[in-house]
């Protein structure tokens, strides 16, 4: 027998299309957008399928029967940030406005117009042989009613902002072709570039922020149908963990008051005249926990936050592109 070597991770492509209407699938030669530079290898959806082991009354202490219950599509994506190519789909609603050569794009979420979040069919590639052909051992695949019900924003020293988000999906086929892609070769936000303002101050020391934005997301299971006909947003949780390096007493006394002092927290990456990223949350209250160690004095805080929006100006026209 001849030897079969197994599939390899870095080989993996990805690409997306906006959905016109919710679980209608793009045609896959359309699903041809680039998400970003993938930072992990992705957790491809797979059928998560709910199998309980049913116990009759007839004296054995064996599973009588095993049943096959509700069936949804699950995963995640790890990705560095070069645009605002995947930001309407983590918050709900994108708004732009402006003209050539400086377009402003708005983004919220948790808002009746941002609500229900928008979909989109993506198309994943295994190229086995990295030949850069679709061969017959490759995995191709097309997901459609795909949603992104919870991300990650991760700001660390020296690196680049990632984002983590879990996938939901409400079907899935198996593909023969892979659609033709342009790679996108913007360089991506750095930390370097990011400039936190909290409690009207600006935090040169801060070594790591994360944003999370979660909306809490359940398939929608219903009569006489296996797999689920929605993707239900419930109630939107933000929350923000950072690690700050005290400089003088004016955060310690901010953070000790009583009541908690809400605060907020916007980070600003700047990469141009025209060319920067904003994310901002409103009414964060902290929660603390003072390090003390040979480099400093740290402060890890996490906030519990009630808003959050992104605004991105650059010279693209709209996107997805």
């Not at 080989?11 to 919710?22: G, H, I, P, V, Y």
């Not at 957008?33 to 009354?57: C, S």
């Not at 060319?275 to 040979?294: F, H, M, R, S, W």
Request: contains cysteine; negative net charge; charged residues 20%.
């Amino acid at each position: 027998m001849s030897y079969v070597p197994p599939l390899v991770n870095e080989f993996w492509r990805l690409a997306f299309d906006k959905e016109a209407t919710f679980g209608i699938g793009e045609t896959i030669a359309d699903v041809n957008k680039w998400v970003g530079v993938l930072e992990d290898d992705p957790e491809i959806p797979v059928p998560d399928v709910d199998v309980q082991n049913r116990y009759g009354v007839d004296g054995d202490a064996k599973s009588t029967v095993t049943t096959q219950g509700a069936i949804g599509y699950t995963g995640k994506l790890s990705w560095l940030v070069q645009n605002a190519q995947m930001l309407e789909f983590i918050f709900g609603r994108i708004q732009t406005s402006g003209t050539t050569p400086t377009f402003t794009h708005d983004f919220d979420a948790g808002t009746a117009l941002s609500r229900p979040l928008p979909s989109f069919t993506m198309a994943i590639w295994n190229d086995k042989d990295g030949d850069g052909t679709v061969d017959a051992e490759d995995i191709v695949g097309r997901f459609s009613g795909c949603k992104l019900p919870k991300a990650v924003f991760t700001s660390v020293q020296g690196e680049a902002l990632k984002i983590e988000a879990d996938l939901m999906a409400i079907n899935a086929e198996d593909q023969s072709t892979f659609p033709s892609q342009t790679t996108v070769t913007t360089q991506p936000y750095m930390f370097d570039e990011c400039q936190l303002t909290v409690f009207g101050a600006v935090f040169a020391r801060a070594k790591e922020v994360t944003i999370t934005l979660d909306h809490q997301a359940e398939f929608g299971h219903y009569l006489n149908d296996q797999k689920p006909i929605d993707i239900v947003e419930g109630q939107m949780k933000v929350e923000v963990s950072a690690v700050l390096v005290i400089e003088d007493d004016n955060l310690w006394d901010l953070l000790l008051a009583n009541p908690l002092v809400a605060t907020t927290i916007t980070l600003l990456y700047t990469r141009g005249a025209i060319d920067t990223l904003q994310l901002q949350v409103t009414n964060a209250v902290p929660k603390i926990k003072i390090n003390t160690g040979e480099r400093g004095v740290e402060a890890p805080i996490d906030f519990i936050c009630e808003d959050i929006t992104a605004q991105v100006i650059d010279s693209v026209t709209s996107y997805p592109v």
